[in-house]
């Protein structure tokens, strides 16, 4: 691609951009490398816009990248953010990759791994620096695919059963349209990144971002609301440690009834060669009144948490609060009524009856529990495959069998509740920012002091 024509890309004097053609714009906190195209001589006449080469939205404060194939070596996450001075747990980081590893309906490769973080940077003595945290989790299973999954340069010819190569897309999967867009033969090369074993990453990074929460009182935990078409009865008012009561359902369900009733159907699925999806729940609590915010599109908290969620594998569907249902119902069914009870003194004195906001308004927290669904298609790798295409030859074929998941619904909980723990930390430290724990610490008291200082109306306010 040519990147350094001018806009139009017609002929005129030939630019040269010089260095990288990046500076910081501002000095701030928040400063953000602008890409600015600069000129190594005058400009053509009439040429006076200085071409933005990238839109740039709000850097976060809480952020995190993750590494690693599903067959590779291990896989990494690199979380940046988190303030210096935050107690670290690591059996709790590892408690959370074996809560992702379990579940009714997963394959045989959680037999194979038993996950273990280890720390490669950024933690000194129990405790965060400031500095980028590193997070390492071997696949055990590389040893048996030291050959397929090599570095080094291999012989595109022949050994395809030894290299493992793909070449029957399956329905449903990144195979067909990352090999079409990475331009690659191998539907390997897209799979292997495609794979939800990057959630392993998502969760060891989410349980850093817990227990930053934790610090401040705020608690994530999910429950699976749905298998198969299954639906749960779920209690109106959730245990106040929802993860301690659903973790020991193999499906996560707080509803005995309908988990012996999904668990049957997960065993039809298998018999038949084929998959389930479902429903999960994540409910925060113990959020202040005021996170996110309604000024900007890309501030606000419903959006920022909706991006989240349907960033992990196989979500199609995300709801706050009600949800969809609050489509189809009057206006006077729907919102919360405002009033002065406020137990959990998080929402600054005023309280609501019910929570079908699910604890967001204008893109702003209430100080309610934040709820939030997401919904999980079922998984694309079938024992019983859909028609597929050869992608060498182009003829009709049946789509690969991998080895794989018939559900993978409560796993996907504890993804989602990670995603949503890295969220609200990163709102937390918009909001409260501070480099160290004391620092962040000081900030959010002093928050919730003047909030509860509003709710605090002189006389009472009856
Ligand atoms: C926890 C979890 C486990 C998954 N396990 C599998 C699996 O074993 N086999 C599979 O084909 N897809 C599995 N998926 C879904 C795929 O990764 C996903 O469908 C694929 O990457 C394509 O992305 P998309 O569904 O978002 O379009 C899993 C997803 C999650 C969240």
């Not at 001018?6 to 002929?11: F, I, N, S, Y």
Request: hydrophobic share 40%; proline share 7%; charged share 25%.
């Amino acid at each position: 691609m040519d990147d350094d024509r001018g806009p139009g890309g017609d002929a005129g004097p030939p630019i040269v951009p010089r260095g990288d053609g990046s500076r910081f714009l501002n000095d701030g906190p928040t400063a953000h490398p602008i890409h600015v195209r600069t000129f190594a001589r005058r400009p053509p006449p009439g040429f006076r816009i200085f071409a933005v080469r990238r839109y740039l939205p709000p850097m976060p404060t809480f952020r995190f990248t993750t590494a690693g194939e599903s067959h590779g070596p291990a896989l990494v996450a690199v979380v940046e953010g988190l303030p210096a001075g935050l107690p670290v747990n690591t059996d709790e980081i590892d408690r959370e990759l074996r809560r992702r590893q379990g579940g009714y309906g997963r394959g045989g490769r959680m037999r194979i791994e038993s996950d273990r973080a280890e720390v490669l940077s950024g933690v000194r003595h129990g405790e965060t620096l400031g500095s980028p945290i590193t997070l390492l989790v071997r696949n055990r299973d590389w040893a048996n695919w030291t050959d397929a999954m090599s570095p080094a340069p291999h012989d595109a010819q022949g050994d395809d059963e030894a290299m493992r190569r793909v070449f029957f897309p399956r329905p449903g999967h990144a195979d067909l349209v990352g090999a079409l867009k990475y331009d690659r033969g191998d539907a390997r090369d897209v799979l292997e990144r495609a794979s939800a074993r990057e959630t392993t990453m998502r969760v060891a990074a989410g349980a850093l971002a817990k227990q930053l929460l934790a610090q401040l009182g705020i608690r994530v935990g999910s429950h699976v609301a749905s298998i198969g078409g299954i639906v749960a009865d779920v209690p109106d008012v959730l245990p106040a440690d929802l993860n301690a009561a659903a973790d020991p359902s193999p499906v996560r369900c707080l509803d005995p009834v309908a988990e012996g009733r999904m668990i049957d159907a997960i065993d039809q699925a298998k018999r038949d060669g084929d998959t389930l999806g479902g429903v999960v729940e994540v409910v925060a609590h113990g959020v202040p009144a005021g996170l996110g915010s309604h000024v900007s599109w890309d501030r606000k908290l419903d959006g920022r948490l909706a991006q989240a969620l349907m960033s992990i594998q196989a979500i199609k569907g995300v709801e706050v609060g009600l949800g969809v249902e609050a489509a189809l119902r009057p206006g006077s069914r729907v919102h919360d009524a405002i009033n002065r009870d406020d137990p959990s003194g998080r929402g600054g004195g005023f309280g609501r009856v019910g929570n079908h906001a699910g604890g967001l308004e204008g893109g702003i927290t209430t100080g309610q529990p934040l709820v939030c669904r997401a919904a999980m298609k079922p998984i694309s790798t079938l024992m019983t495959p859909l028609g597929t295409v050869d992608l060498r030859t182009g003829a009709p074929a049946e789509a690969v069998r991998e080895r794989s998941d018939v559900c993978a619904v409560p796993a996907a909980g504890v993804v989602a509740e990670a995603m949503v723990a890295m969220v609200l930390a990163d709102a937390v430290l918009e909001k409260f920012g501070g480099d160290s724990m004391a620092e962040l610490g000081r900030s959010f008291d002093a928050y919730l002091e003047q909030i509860r200082a509003r709710g605090a109306f002189p006389g009472g306010g009856d």
